[in-house]
């Protein structure tokens, strides 16, 4: 039976549980596309801060901080059409996809280190992969997702595929695990197979001028401020009620905690909607310091966590949180953003590697035991980073190995002895001592307990549609809500999820846009081949 739409969207009132970019995106086509009143849409987010897992902040002084960065193409057409009503961070004549289509234009992604070993480039001309292993990536590609359930990618490979110069490329970019989803790994395959021949040089990788909380999330929520959008931070809300039945399932209240710890039940009337971020991979994270290592916390204190599991015991249609939560050891891993006032650091890896920064992308360091990658973007990287101000950002796959110089665990590391174990892989310990006792060096380590927990192997059915079926005023966001064809780990798959929701549940003149289908395409695909045999 065809779902019912909205009509009557000027009186409708949306609450968006979460402040994460499918909220921030939804909100925009509430308004835009549908016709709410941005003074009836309400956004409840537990933290300080909108904006999600597309965080950075800090200062000079006290250093900066990035949990992470979400790397960006060209086919994102979800992502960029939002993007593209959005007035920038700098200029308000500037949309966000102009800025961030012309910041790419200038400073194009052409890794000359992409991979290190011994403190020297890797010769990448080929992927090391055995026939066998083209095979298998082949048989993969063309494999229906359905007979893929529950299965890890070391299921579907040869142990000698780990070892490739395309495993460790593969790896490292997108941050999967030998136990990540094969299903996962199949949509990236097929999703990504134009950029296969350009992956040695992270070529078609687009990134925005700042990080992205400025160069995206500022932006985003200037627009939907400025037209009456409520943004209430430090509310958790802790309980969703409904109304089941065999044909029909209807949010009817909210049950919300403030920072002050204030209860609130919010009734949801005949013409409310609510669209719930369900889960979150930066929940629980903590930061460290240059003399302190983070804290690994679980989901005791994690709201979203704790929302998706009781609402979940509710109905079967609500998914399976626990194959997404419960394996910590195997979902974390730890970043660290430095901040230097010093040019040494850089000036000898735009040297050393022949990138500019902001053109190399990531660098791996092939022989960490921590499997250690590092990312130099343009500079400057937030918009009160003095000229003489340089930042960077890394993080590790693998936090419970003991170092190679520092003999102990990531896990368990300061930012100092981070540092020290990037500098002895450099091979710049000499060159860097100086710069370090002169105190121009901080770095803040992250420690992230859920991060990828968006790859862990799942079903059919573990993840909730973003319409379940015989859904009246809901819809679930973000990575795990399920999207068909799109990959988990992108903004694009977020910024779908709100387009589906948005479209599905009011009235309006416009279609999800499709996934870009380069899979179908004969000469992308002939250049994919050629790449992989080489």
């Known amino acids: 039976m065809p779902r019912r739409k909205c009509s009557n969207p000027k009186e409708a009132k949306v609450y968006l549980v979460g402040s994460g970019i499918a909220s921030l995106a939804s909100a925009v086509y509430l308004i835009r596309d549908a016709g709410v009143s941005g003074e009836n849409i309400h956004v409840l987010e537990q933290d300080s801060v909108a904006g999600g897992a597309l965080d950075g902040g800090g200062d000079p002084e006290s ?133 296969l021949d350009g992956m040695p040089r992270l070529g078609g990788v687009m990134r925005t001028k700042y990080n992205q909380y400025h160069s995206v999330v500022i932006p985003l929520q200037r627009y939907l401020q400025q037209r009456g959008v409520h943004f209430h931070l430090r509310t958790r809300v802790v309980d969703i009620d409904f109304a089941l039945s065999a044909d029909r399932k209807t949010a009817t209240a909210l049950h919300t905690v403030d920072g002050n710890g204030v209860e609130q039940a919010i009734a949801l009337g005949s013409n409310a909607y609510v669209f719930i971020t369900n889960g979150s991979i930066t929940e629980s994270s903590d930061r460290g310091s240059w003399t302190e290592p983070p804290r690994l916390k679980d989901k005791s204190i994690s709201g979203a966590w704790l929302l998706w599991e009781k609402i979940a015991q509710k109905d079967r249609a609500f998914g399976n949180p626990g194959v997404f939560s419960d394996r910590i050891d195997l979902q974390k891993w730890y970043s660290f953003t430095a901040t230097l006032q010093d040019d040494t650091f850089h000036d000898y890896m735009e040297d050393f590697s022949g990138n500019l920064c902001g053109t190399g992308g990531l660098v791996t360091l092939t022989d960490s035991n921590w499997l250690m990658s590092i990312v130099i973007a343009r500079q400057p990287h937030f918009p009160n980073q003095p000229p003489e101000v340089k930042v960077f950002w890394g993080y590790a796959l693998f936090p419970d190995k003991e170092g190679n110089y520092v003999k102990k665990r990531m896990a368990a590391c300061n930012g100092e002895e981070i540092l020290e174990e990037l500098w002895y892989h450099l091979r710049i310990q000499e060159l860097m001592k100086p710069v370090v006792a002169a105190g121009k060096v901080n770095c803040i380590p992250v420690a992230m307990p859920f991060i990828d927990s968006l790859f862990m192997p799942c079903a059919k059915g573990d993840r909730p549609d973003v319409l379940p079926a015989g859904a009246t005023n809901f819809a679930f966001l973000g990575q795990f809500a399920e999207v068909p064809d799109d990959c988990v780990f992108t903004v694009e798959y977020s910024v779908r999820c709100a387009q589906t929701a948005v479209y599905g549940l009011f009235d309006t003149d416009r279609e999800v846009l499709p996934v870009y289908d380069s899979i179908y395409k004969p000469a992308v695909l002939i250049k994919a081949l050629k790449a992989i045999a080489r």
């Open 63 to 195: 250093g900066f901080v990035i949990r992470g960065g979400r790397m960006h193409e060209e086919h994102f057409v979800c992502y960029w059409d939002l993007l593209s009503h959005i007035p920038s961070y700098d200029d308000p004549a500037v949309s966000v996809k102009d800025e961030s289509f012309e910041f790419s234009s200038r400073y194009v992604s052409h890794a000359q280190a992409r991979l290190l070993r011994g403190g020297k480039r890797i010769d990448l001309f080929s992927f090391g992969l055995s026939l066998k292993d083209q095979a298998d990536l082949l048989k993969l590609s063309l494999n229906a997702e359905k007979s893929l359930d529950n299965l890890r990618i070391q299921d579907w490979f040869g142990e000698e595929f780990f070892d490739t110069n395309f495993w460790t490329l593969w790896s490292t970019m997108f941050a999967f695990q030998k136990w990540s989803s094969v299903a996962a790994m199949r949509r990236y395959m097929r999703r990504f197979i134009h950029l």
